[in-house]
């Protein structure tokens, strides 16, 4: 089991609770159909592991379930929380709909409120900022444009990291609420989006880099591009009709086909970026594309995933490793592979 998320590329974190599972803080298993996943914790999704590593894991599981007193259960779904810190979610038996919206629900819910919290506490430093400003005579040119660079500056920081073609696409806020979905060949999708230039010389000359992406390629860029997208989450409602747009899909391919075919209804105009979809059709395309992952998955494509995790392990390595010296990353490497 890898020990990053092949969705963020967070880590997991580890547990000291089941000894054949040492992987993350959050588990969920279903006992009766044999599934173990790492839930993690940085964008709640669910991580699911290989399925030799699943068997013993999820005996363990189920016994610290039964055993623990801090749980709370319904029909179909349970949780409990370990001394250790260590939470178990049982999944029972139920109906998709209903699994789709706890799972996502949970999901979404957080994933609102931390987006929240974030532009709460950027509009407390920009108001603190200008107060101070304002107190020291700094409301001249010079520090309106301080002031200015400072609330635009969170728009060009990098927010996903695409590996395509042999390098990694550095795609910032501004280019993601420009991607577009757009319908392609044979009833198939493209995604069209910008990114940082990869070399300084790009840089002094303010080259734009577009990519347009096609099949699965469109859609392994939008399985990075939509949780950004959809950073502030959505709400209880959104969700449920988020489930419903799902459910009336037969797969991911489809779904996103039928939007695609909308978004870019009148080529000869501006298309709908996807941000400009409507919030119930932006989670439901971002649950289809976890829920797909999952399906090969119980299909026996294992490799898939693998290849997932191995991308994820390196694009996290690409971002810790981006802005320290040599010299430091040497030490760590093998305090690394000893946790490893």
């Known amino acids: 089991m890898y020990s990053t998320c092949i969705f963020c590329h967070a880590g997991l974190g580890k547990n000291e609770a ?6 993350g803080r959050r588990l969920a298993f279903d006992a009766a159909k044999g599934r173990l996943w790492a839930v993690c914790r940085s964008c709640e999704r669910w991580n699911l592991s290989p399925i030799d590593e699943r068997w013993e894991a999820i005996e363990e599981c189920e016994k610290l379930f039964r055993d623990t007193k801090l749980r709370v259960s319904t029909d179909n779904i349970g949780l409990a929380r370990l001394k250790e810190g260590t939470t178990l979610v049982r ?9 789709a919206a706890w799972r996502y629900g949970d999901q979404f819910n957080r994933r609102r409120k931390k987006h929240y919290a974030m532009v709460a506490g950027g509009a ?29 500056l969170p728009k060009h920081l990098t927010v996903a990291r695409i590996p395509l073609n042999g390098a990694v696409l550095r795609v910032s806020r501004t280019h993601l609420d420009k991607a577009t979905l757009l319908p392609g060949e044979n009833g198939g999708i493209e995604i069209e989006f910008r990114h940082k230039p990869l070399t300084s010389a790009a840089w002094f000359t303010k080259q734009k880099s577009t990519v347009t992406v096609s099949g699965d390629e469109a859609i392994r860029v939008a399985r990075h591009l939509l949780p950004r997208i959809n950073r502030a989450g959505g709400k209880a409602n959104e969700v449920t009709e988020a489930v419903r747009v799902l459910e009336a ?19 000869s105009n501006d298309v709908m970026a996807l941000k400009d ?28 995933l693998e290849d997932r995790w191995r991308e994820a392990e390196e694009v996290a390595a690409i971002s810790d490793d981006m802005f320290a010296p040599p010299a430091v990353t040497a030490m760590f490497n093998p305090l690394k592979g000893n946790r490893q």
């Open 18 to 23: 089941i000894e054949h599972f040492p992987v």
């Open 249 to 267: 899909a037969t797969d991911s391919e489809a779904l996103f086909g039928r939007f695609a075919r909308i978004a870019g209804r009148d080529r």
């Open 277 to 304: 979809l409507r919030a119930p059709v932006r989670l439901a395309l971002e649950m289809s594309l976890h829920e797909e992952d999952e399906r090969r998955a119980l299909e026996g494509e294992l490799s898939i």
């Open 91 to 99: 999944v029972g038996d139920p109906q998709r709909p209903e699994m």
């Open 124 to 152: 407390v430093v920009l108001g603190g900022i200008a107060i101070g400003g304002a107190s020291v005579g700094l409301f001249s040119g010079v520090g309106y444009q301080i002031i200015n660079q400072l609330y635009q």
